[in-house]
């Protein structure tokens, strides 16, 4: 708490967070902005404000996404302090019942989720789809407004080979994440095909669990804490070079939160790889570029909370028609759980987004990160815009099949169209 307090203080209210704050950009209130919610946590520390409901929709209202910290001139922790206020109002509040459930009771035993999300699919199946693109409303979830992808029929960790044998040169563990498990599975086998192709000697511990994003945004540190304990047992279990994620949020989560949660610095937080940084750094470019146009959407979490930028634009730039969109590090508006109580303003920050991505005039957008492969999916059905979402690796991986001999090219849409595939 110390380190918090230390980091409160160098908030000299300057008000510049103001200028990139998603959530303050939209609803323009105080309360919606770093700054705004640096004081309140102070007026809870000193007594001055109650733990409400109203504080607790504040400071869950932050996307946590970094973006104010690369414009702070005091340069101030915000994720930090956020992550710390939410942590002190679910002691103080306690948790729900159902977010005890899942937190502590499904998400860390593989078997039960598997079981909650094949019974959720078989509810989703019932629902109409809302647009002409596979996309389909989830009960409960989302209450119905939002459209998402139709949930894997079997999780990825259960069909993709637990061990791949490479060349000996270079190890690495994978993790999948909760999203691309159940429902981008055809992202999890792309990642693994490109690492395979190059002869990567792979891991995908099959006991791994979820790496506890949504976990700590509702404050529940003890659960967060147990995860990742199990997370590096699983990941640390062999000897790895690297540790590679297809999901921008688990890999922060990994690299920012899980020092503090394990209570070590540890070598695992410095082997986190984006499956593009680890192309780009280890599997360098024997591939032949499609042609298609492809634009780039940072995810926040990689961008503002990693700091990559380079290699996913390298990568796509080496495999295809590259247009680079303007402000591609806005947010897409997804923010975790944000956006279930706020879909409007997760709309707003979308339909921006959309509006980017139109004028670049690519037929394929290209992302890093599932969470924002759904809002973008769902953004672009409202908007009635035709255009195909991607993860980066996707592309990657046609690209690199386009440069061999024997491959047929098939584009896209017509992919999205004709289903999923792997060959594992
Ligand atoms: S930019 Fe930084 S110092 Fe200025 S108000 Fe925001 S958080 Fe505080
Ligand atoms: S982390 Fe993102 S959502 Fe939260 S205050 Fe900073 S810019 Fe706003």
Redesign the pocket.
């Known amino acids: 708490m110390d380190e918090v307090r230390r980091e409160l203080e ?9 200028a990139v704050c998603p959530t303050f950009l939209v609803t323009r209130r105080e309360t919606d ?3 705004g919610r ?1 004081a309140l946590f102070e007026s809870i520390l000193r007594g001055e404000a109650a733990a409400t409901d109203r504080a607790g929709e504040i400071l869950m209202g932050c996307y946590r996404c970094a973006r ?2 690369d ?6 922790r ?1 994720d930090m302090i956020v992550q710390a206020a939410r942590e002190l109002l679910a002691r103080r509040r306690g948790l729900g019942p159902a977010a005890r459930l899942v937190f502590r009771g499904i998400l860390p035993r593989r078997r039960l989720y598997d079981r909650m999300i094949a019974l959720a699919r078989v509810a989703q199946a019932v629902l109409p789809s809302r647009s002409a693109q596979p996309v389909r409303h989830l009960p409960l979830i989302y209450g119905g407004r939002r459209s998402v992808p139709r949930l894997a029929r079997r999780p990825a960790l259960r069909t993709l080979p637990e061990i791949i044998k490479g060349k000996g040169e270079i190890k690495i563990s994978l993790f999948l994440g909760c999203m691309l498990n159940y429902v981008y599975p055809e992202i999890a086998a792309s990642i693994m095909r490109v690492l395979d192709m190059h002869g990567v000697d792979i891991i995908l511990p099959k006991t791994q669990v979820c790496c506890g994003t949504p976990v700590l945004a509702s404050g529940d540190a003890a659960a967060a804490r147990a995860l990742a304990r199990r997370n590096a047992a699983a990941l640390e279990a062999d000897k790895v070079d690297a540790v590679v994620f297809g999901c921008a949020s688990c890999a922060l989560t990994v690299a920012r939160d899980y020092p503090r949660l394990l209570d070590r610095p540890g070598a695992l937080p410095d082997k986190v790889f984006d499956i593009t940084e680890f192309i780009d750094r280890f599997l360098g470019y024997s591939n032949l570029p499609i042609d298609e146009t492809v634009t780039y959407h940072d995810p926040c979490h990689l961008r503002w909370g990693r700091g990559v930028t380079g290699p996913p634009r390298e990568v796509l730039r080496r495999s295809s028609d590259y247009v680079e969109m303007e402000r591609a590090g806005d947010c897409c508006g997804l923010g975790g759980s944000f956006s279930l109580t706020h879909y409007d303003v997760s709309c707003a920050l979308g339909e921006a987004k959309v509006e980017s991505i139109r004028s670049s005039g690519a037929a394929v957008v290209a992302t890093a990160c599932p969470g924002c492969i759904l809002q973008l999916q769902d953004q672009l059905a409202r908007a009635g815009l035709g255009v195909p979402v991607v993860h980066a690796v996707q592309v990657y991986e046609m690209s690199y099949l386009r440069g061999r001999a024997g491959h047929e090219y098939v584009p896209f849409d017509s992919r999205a169209r004709s289903g999923r595939s792997s060959r594992f």
């Open positions: 160098r908030c000299t209210r300057c008000g510049k967070c103001r902005v770093a700054r640096i104010c910290m414009v702070c001139p005091s340069g101030v915000v």
